[in-house]
């Protein structure tokens, strides 16, 4: 880890959606001691231009450099950075952490590491040969109430852990955004499975401190898309939602005008790409799962059921590890958004939780967390101080995620979907060439 002492790092962005601005927010305001953004990069002229207006007018800091996606390499060879941030649409990842690797840079990467196996396991093997890091931007490892249940956990509160029920719930607000963008495609995100439950498994993977081994899964869209929102009585006849009098009085569409977010970021930059980033969530063209229930079996014989849906009156999640010596329980409800470019700000708030602790022969109780301050149930911000050596201490949670980690955290959902393809449980280990995890 880097200490506050040493010399800043040199650091540079692939990507500039709305994730983007939590880092680059980060290097040129509360954290530039510790690091220097150098410059931007990304397909997109209008939404690296939109992201320069930002440093000056918000962060009151100088425009950085940009380069065109086609100049990546240029960019590395001119700006000799220490570190790439990747944060790209997901299904090119891969093509910037290994390039980045190559060139001599470390590699800051967000969820999820990449889409499929082939990828992943061209990332490790590009990992062993050339000795680099990659840090995997898990902030939810780092939430107070994620935290706590890692500890509760290591202290042995309830003993060896057997099973684990995990259910996450995403609004029609949340979770019908992924329906909206890029997201809706597959071979862009990998589903639901890879882009968001990464986060899920990866937190799994850590608290009970093993990997998946077996994984059995049912998939299906049966909420958004044309056919389900024609028998709901819900669709309407338009493709995308901004300045069609068509949408008008439809609940799920996304008017971009009148923010400045969104039309810096997605309105204003349709014209150089195409992009839309309002579509239809029933339409045409959705190839995503949005009801999808796994089983996992863990290497240490632990067992999970894990369920997600897209379409719940409330944002939030329930997790219950049953052990030899009881049961941990915690409840969380979260603040609802649509992904415009706050940061770390505002997106999913935690509004309320409960953890607590069910031991066997003895009266339950609650377990008191730190407040969570920021997004991701304050995991963000911490994650920001880890990510950029502002925390000097040792951290006995092990809450840094590097590559072995990513590779674990995705390879479950990517079980899921060939299991949902198939009809038929997916070994792990059938997916990894195990001599890049020794």
């Known amino acids: 880890m880097k200490r506050s002492s040493d010399k800043p790092k040199r650091y540079v962005l692939v990507g500039s959606g709305s994730r983007a601005f939590m880092f680059s927010q980060a290097l040129l305001t509360s954290h530039k001691e510790y690091g220097e953004l150098l410059a931007i990069c990304d397909s997109n002229e209008a939404r690296m231009a939109y992201h320069n207006k930002v440093y000056e007018e918000q962060y009151k800091t100088s425009a950085v450099r940009t380069y065109h996606a086609s100049d990546f390499d240029l960019m590395l060879k001119k700006e000799k950075p220490d570190v790439v941030i990747v944060v790209t649409i997901d299904r090119t990842h891969d093509e910037y952490i290994i390039r980045a690797m190559e060139a001599g840079c470390d590699v800051i990467t967000e969820k999820p590491m990449t889409t499929d196996e082939k990828k992943c396991n061209a990332i490790l093997e590009a990992a062993a040969k050339t000795g680099r890091d990659i840090r995997v931007a898990f902030n939810y490892r780092y939430s107070p109430s994620r935290s706590m249940v890692k500890e509760l956990i290591q202290s042995g509160t309830i003993g060896e852990i057997c099973s684990v029920h995990f259910e996450w719930l995403l609004d029609t607000k949340h979770g019908a955004d992924y329906f909206r963008r890029w997201h809706r495609d597959k071979a862009n995100s990998g589903g639901m499975m890879v882009h968001k439950s990464t986060h899920h498994f990866d937190l799994v993977n850590w608290w009970i401190g093993s990997e998946p081994e077996l994984v059995f899964g049912l998939g ?7 056919a389900n929102g024609q028998r709901m009585g819900r669709y309407h006849p338009y493709y995308r939602s901004t300045g069609s009098a068509q949408a008008e009085g439809d609940p799920f569409a996304l008017d971009m005008r009148g923010s ?18 309002d579509q239809n969530v029933f339409g045409d063209g959705i190839s995503i799962e949005d009801t999808m229930n796994l089983l996992v079996r863990y ?6 059921s894990y369920s997600l849906h897209n379409y719940a009156p409330w944002e939030g999640f329930r997790i219950g590890f049953n052990g030899t010596k009881g049961r941990i329980q915690l409840d969380e409800s979260e603040r609802s958004y649509i992904s415009s470019g706050n940061g770390h700000i505002e997106d999913g708030v935690t509004k309320s939780r409960q953890l607590t602790v069910f031991p066997h022969w003895e009266k339950p109780y609650h377990v008191d967390i730190a407040k969570a301050v920021g997004g991701h149930g304050g995991g963000d911000l911490l994650l920001l101080d880890d990510l950029f050596g502002v925390r000097e201490q040792s951290d006995n949670l092990g809450r840094a995620a590097g590559v072995r980690d990513g590779a674990m955290s995705i390879l479950t959902g990517i079980a899921a979907n060939k299991s949902f393809a198939t009809g038929k449980p997916v070994r792990v280990q059938d997916l990894i060439n195990p001599q890049l995890l020794m």
Request: charge should be neutral.
């Open 299 to 304: 290497k240490s014989g632990a067992q999970m």
């Open 260 to 277: 400045d977010k969104q039309e810096g970021l997605y309105l204003n930059p349709e014209k150089e790409d195409g992009y839309l980033r």
């Open 220 to 226: 299906q869209l049966a909420f958004y898309g044309k």
